[in-house]
T-cell receptor, first 111, second 115 residues
Framework: TQLLEQSPQFLSIQEGENLTVYCNSS?????LQWYRQEPGEGPVLLVT?????EVKKLKRLTFQFGDARKDSSLHITAAQTGDTGLYLC???????????FGQGTILTVHP | DSGVTQTPKHLITATGQRVTLRCSPR?????VYWYQQSLDQGLQFLIQ???????AKGNILERFSAQQFPDLHSELNLSSLELGDSALYFC??????????????FGDGTRLSIL
């Protein structure tokens, strides 16, 4: 069974601070996706990384896939209150579209 | 708006009952996925259908079943409901059979409460 350990579970920071969320596994994934979920809504895809060592930037968000495709990180620079939400990493395996999700990180950015 | 429609948004029922959750995928998407989200287990993959056929199965209980119809909408049937089945049930869709470069688009979920 593939498992994804996501940390930290909770993050409470002030606006303007930087933060990093980690996603680790002992299994290799064919891809790693990051989602953001707000209350009452479904997860919304932020990015997909597929190549070991890949780095993708989306404005203030930087995503990295580990060289061995077992881990990933999400770094947010100068957090804003609008970044508040649940961040989920999800690993894609070889079984078609099955995604294995981490437990999530609840981010709260205070003004 | 992801384009994935789930109904109903909320469902309240009692133990032992049976319910049906419905999902309409994004226009043109052939795969439908069902996930269960609970506080203790997080988001768990249940099952995937592609163009009417089952493609992948997760830890779906025997009391749960799903199907995808010719018009590509899908239904998830939950029977002999137990208190522990209370959760958010999400449907997602993707264009093809799934894979590294095929993003999944999620609906807003059905919140199931068992009393």
């Amino acid at each position: 069974t593939q498992l994804l350990e996501q940390s930290p579970q909770f993050l409470s920071i002030q606006e303007g601070e930087n933060l990093t969320v980690y996603c680790n596994s002992s299994s290799v994934f064919s891809s790693l996706q990051w989602y953001r979920q707000e209350p009452g809504e479904g997860p919304v895809l932020l990015v997909t990384v597929v190549t070991g060592g890949e780095v993708k930037k989306l404005k203030r968000l930087t995503f990295q896939f580990g060289d061995a495709r077992k881990d990933s990180s999400l770094h947010i620079t100068a957090a804003q209150t609008g970044d508040t939400g649940l961040y989920l990493c999800a690993g894609g395996g070889t079984s078609y579209g099955k995604l294995t999700f981490g437990q999530g990180t609840i981010l709260t950015v205070h003004p | 708006d992801s384009g994935v429609t789930q109904t109903p948004k909320h469902l309240i029922t009692a133990t032992g009952q049976r319910v049906t959750l419905r999902c309409s995928p994004r226009s043109g998407d052939l795969s439908v996925y069902w996930y269960q989200q609970s506080l203790d287990q997080g988001l768990q993959f249940l099952i995937q259908y592609y163009n009417g056929e089952e493609r992948a199965k997760g830890n779906i209980l025997e009391r749960f079943s799903a199907q995808q119809f010719p018009d590509l909408h899908s239904e998830l049937n939950l029977s002999s409901l137990e208190l522990g089945d209370s959760a958010l049930y999400f449907c997602a869709s993707s264009a093809g059979q799934g894979g590294r470069n095929q993003p999944q688009h999620f609906g807003d979920g059905t919140r199931l409460s068992i009393l």
